[in-house]
């Protein structure tokens, strides 16, 4: 069982940045960060696998920075260049499977391990 824990989570204003963390327990091949907005469904952000492979939404592409420090087993999304429309709640996600080779746009179905979640709350 593989217990997902975020942080780093907050108010900030548009242009600025915020990094979050995900502190996991147990083998994870592959991780991600997904966020739901109010109203709307979870989008995938970003992921990366345990082979250091990463991929990116074409909305945070160049602004966001996903990367893993393997000694720790913690994840991270480094933000920066902030919108108001990045506002929502950041989930962290994580699974026992190497999921990048075969898949480009991942959905909620291919993680089986997820955190609570962490707020970003961006203003105008």
């Known amino acids: 069982q593989v217990q997902l824990v975020e942080s780093g989570g907050g108010s900030v204003q548009a242009g600025g940045s915020l990094r979050l963390s995900c502190a996991a327990s147990?083998?994870?091949?592959?991780m991600a960060w997904f966020r739901q907005a109010p109203r709307k469904e979870r989008d995938w952000v970003a992921a990366?696998?345990?082979?250091?492979?990463?991929i990116y939404a074409d909305s945070v592409k160049g602004r966001f920075t996903i990367s893993k420090d393997n000694a720790k087993n913690t994840l991270y999304l480094q933000m920066n260049s902030l919108k108001p429309e990045d506002t929502a709640m950041y989930y962290c996600?994580?699974?026992?499977?190497?999921?990048?080779?075969?898949?480009?746009?991942?959905?909620?179905?291919?993680?089986?391990?997820w955190g609570q979640g962490t707020q970003v709350t961006v203003s105008s």
């Open positions: 990366i696998d345990s082979d250091g492979s990463t």
């Open positions: 996600a994580a699974d026992g499977k190497l999921l990048l080779r075969w898949i480009s746009r991942p959905v909620p179905a291919d993680f089986g391990y």
């Open positions: 147990g083998y994870t091949a592959s």
